[in-house]
């Protein structure tokens, strides 16, 4: 089965620059597009990144997608960090007709 | 405005059943994938089920399959689960979450979730 591994939790300054990795278990992950969601405490997830870099309207342009073949990795990358930007992070792709989902990674703006 | 609204949560104890609706509105209905995904207490995202705009396509992740049903009432613009033979493992905050365009997609919108706990 296709499994998406993130880090648990990755810590930041304001102002700065992090990078969140999702990687593939198997096969390409360049072969289905990779989608990444935001979830504050308490509230629904929200898409922040689609088709692996495409932001919807109304998110800021610091927020980044990429792909890695290489690595077989996606990446979120926050710039210009801000005390709003903590929270939860999920990488999400497809599989077989299933939507599969990295474990998360808990985002600290401190 | 697109909006989802789930409802349908509750308690209930295990080997008890519950179905849960998804109200969509503000878009055409009948024209989207769907999928429900679960949220354990603490826990991260993991997806249920989903159903093709028709509904002659659905999906299951293998821990429901042969104990929960996905379905959708195109005239009702509504989204179903209904779940039996529940466990305490199945204890989450169920979403429902529109496709962005087809099953290969992810979630542009989501609900705000509805609480099911499985306990005795």
């Known amino acids: 089965n296709f499994m998406l591994t993130q880090p648990h939790s990755v810590s930041e300054s304001p102002g700065k620059t992090v990078t969140i990795s999702c990687t593939g278990s198997?096969?390409?992950?360049?072969?289905?597009?990779v989608q990444w969601y935001q979830q504050r405490p308490g509230s629904a997830p929200t898409t922040v990144i689609y088709e692996d870099n495409q932001r919807p309207s109304g998110v800021p342009d610091r927020f980044s997608g990429s792909i890695d073949s290489s690595s077989n990795s996606a990446s979120l990358t926050i710039s210009g960090l801000k005390t709003e930007d903590e929270a939860d992070y999920y990488c999400?792709?497809?599989?077989?007709?299933?939507?599969?989902f990295g474990g998360g990674t808990k985002l600290t703006v401190l | 405005e697109v909006q989802l609204v789930e409802s349908g949560g509750g308690l209930v104890q295990p080997g008890g059943s519950l179905r849960l609706s998804c109200a969509a509105s503000g878009f055409t209905f009948s024209s989207y994938w769907m999928s429900w995904v679960r949220q354990a207490p603490g826990k991260g995202l993991e997806w249920v089920a989903n159903i093709k705009q028709d509904g002659s396509e659905k999906y299951y992740v293998d821990s429901v399959k042969g104990r929960f049903t996905i379905s959708r009432d195109n005239a009702k613009n509504s989204l179903y689960l209904q779940m039996n033979s529940l466990r305490v493992e199945d204890t989450a905050v169920y979403y429902c979450a529109r496709h962005r365009l087809g099953p290969y997609e992810g979630a542009d919108y989501w609900g705000q979730g509805t609480l099911v706990t499985v306990s005795s």
């Open positions: 999400q792709s497809y599989d077989s007709s299933k939507w599969v």
């Open positions: 198997s096969g390409s992950i360049a072969s289905n597009y």
